[in-house]
């Protein structure tokens, strides 16, 4: 593929802006760590925790050593394991499901939503059987999975719920934060994120102090004293120097949250007029946009186009769950996710990042809108 060296790049993310920004303040607090010498739950991780806590509205806040721990610790709390299934959305990161494996559960694979590509609350309870014990909904792309309609159903059918907030940090429903709707809500930290740190990272939140508790022994080899193990418990621990990064990132959440939005909105108006399917943001909703996905049939071929104008994109996720080796023979409802599946060969990530310029919206917009003037229709999109 022939790249026009004249025109700058427009990166997927750019994590270097961001850096920069942030280098002296970082340095300043890893370099506390490095003098007191407290690498291992140091007070970096209590003050991140409280931060992070009263950031999401909820009273305890457990940090990690990454996302997918977080959803391992919290099926562990809540006592999920073999015989038990847990239904999520089929077209999720696989971490979600592996977290469902790792606690010896059955993963139940339930198809999305065309328009907010979250699970599809409607086909939720054809999913339910006597071994269902948890939902976890995940809030895609940053927009919020229908939490009251998934607590409506938990609550008729006595069912768990485990946020996947991994890429929802700030999202709202009515002005609920993402990971207070349900038992648990599980964040990651991996530095792609909204709230990313310099290397894996994450926390789980709860207003439940028996689970926080639980969830406290449980990433701590199941201590509460040093060599002193009450039960069962593992390695979770988030590094004090990762809680130095992101102490001082959440200075910038919210801003870098409304920047997300207002590119957001850049992109709707420029391409408010081609075929290209764009995101639906709920009006109820808070979408905070970890990533901006579009439509089309000719996915592929849009992605090359605009790799020779350096700009690029990505594709968040190019094959569903139930067709990687360890799921592939989970039950799925309908059967074979014929919603996900289609849309696996449609996204495209186009740039999102809080430092994204009118300027560089505007070019990439104009690109996807020549790309797709010279196209016809393939196939019908559902």
Known sequence: MSIDSTLSPIPL??????????????????????????????????EFEKEFSSYCNVDHCIAMANGTEALHMALRALEIGPGDEVITAGNSFAATAFAIAYAGAQAVLVDIDPLDFNIDTRLIEQAITPQTKAIIPVHLYGQPARMNEIREIAKRHNLRIIEDSAQGHGGEINGERCGSFGDI???????????????????????????AEKLRLLR???????????????????????????????????????????????????????????????????????????????????????????????????????????????????????????????????????????????????????????????????
């Not at 909204?194 to 102090?209: K, M, R, S």
């Not at 040093?226 to 988030?238: A, E, M, T």
């Not at 080796?325 to 990042?353: D, K, N």
């Open 13 to 46: 993310v750019d994590l270097q802006t961001q850096s920069r920004l942030l280098k002296d303040d970082i340095l300043r607090r890893i370099g506390d760590v490095i003098d007191d010498a407290r690498y291992i739950l140091g007070r970096e991780v209590e």
């Open 185 to 211: 809500g599980c964040f990651s930290f991996y530095p792609g994120k909204n709230l990313g740190a310099f290397g894996d990272g994450g926390a789980v939140t709860t207003n439940n102090p028996e689970l």
């Open 220 to 382: 701590n080899y199941g201590q509460k004293q040093k060599n002193k193990h009450d039960s069962l418990g593992y390695n979770c621990r988030l590094d004090t120097v990762q809680a130095c990064v992101l102490l001082s990132k959440m200075r910038f959440i919210e801003e870098w949250t409304e920047s997300r939005r207002q590119v957001a909105d850049w992109y709707r108006d420029e391409l408010a007029d081609t075929d290209v399917i764009l995101p639906k943001a709920h009006e109820d909703c808070r979408h905070v946009y970890h990533l901006f996905v579009v439509r089309t049939p000719h996915r592929d071929a849009m992605i090359a186009e605009l790799g020779k104008q350096n700009i690029y994109c990505g594709i968040h996720y190019p094959h569903p769950l139930n067709t990687a080796g360890p799921f592939v023979q989970a039950p799925t409802f309908p059967h074979g996710l014929p919603v996900c599946s289609q849309l696996a060969s449609e996204i495209c990530s186009l740039p999102m990042y809080p430092e994204m310029t009118r300027q560089q919206v505007a070019r990439v917009a104009e690109a996807v809108r020549v790309f797709a003037s010279n196209q016809t229709p393939k196939h019908e999109l559902v």
